[in-house]
């Protein structure tokens, strides 16, 4: 089993930075993929990047040039850099796992889940 837990989301400024954290329990991590998505009220959890074992990255359009996946095997970490926030962005984060060594942008296709990190974005 493997557990997910998020840190880093908080209140920031339209055209502020946040770095999310996704630290994950047991020795597997290495050879998952790993995702983020986000979800607001109402709407399907929205597809964000994934990075596969080997660290290639794959980024819905929303996102690519200004947000960063990336991980840290031996800290069992994987983390999100987010640059250039926009009010848009405001949503529930998650980080999720996939015992595969690629990753995929469905999260029907993921088998661990955080509980998730809000980031709001708001002057």
């Known amino acids: 089993q493997v557990q997910l837990v998020e840190s880093g989301g908080g209140l920031v400024q339209p055209g502020g930075s946040l770095k999310l954290s996704c630290a994950a329990s047991?020795?597997?991590?290495?050879?998952?993929?790993m995702g983020w998505f986000r979800q607001v009220p109402g709407k399907q959890r929205q597809f964000l990047t994934f990075v596969h074992w080997n660290g290639g990255t794959y980024y819905a359009d929303s996102v690519e040039g200004r947000f960063t996946i990336s991980r840290e095997n031996d800290k069992n970490t994987v983390y999100l850099q987010m640059n250039s926030l926009k009010p848009e962005d405001t949503a529930v984060y998650y980080c999720a796992g996939r015992d595969s060594y690629l990753g995929s942008r469905l999260p029907d296709e993921y088998d661990y889940w955080g509980q998730g990190t809000q980031v709001t974005v708001s002057s």
């Open positions: 047991g020795r597997t991590f290495a050879r998952f993929s």
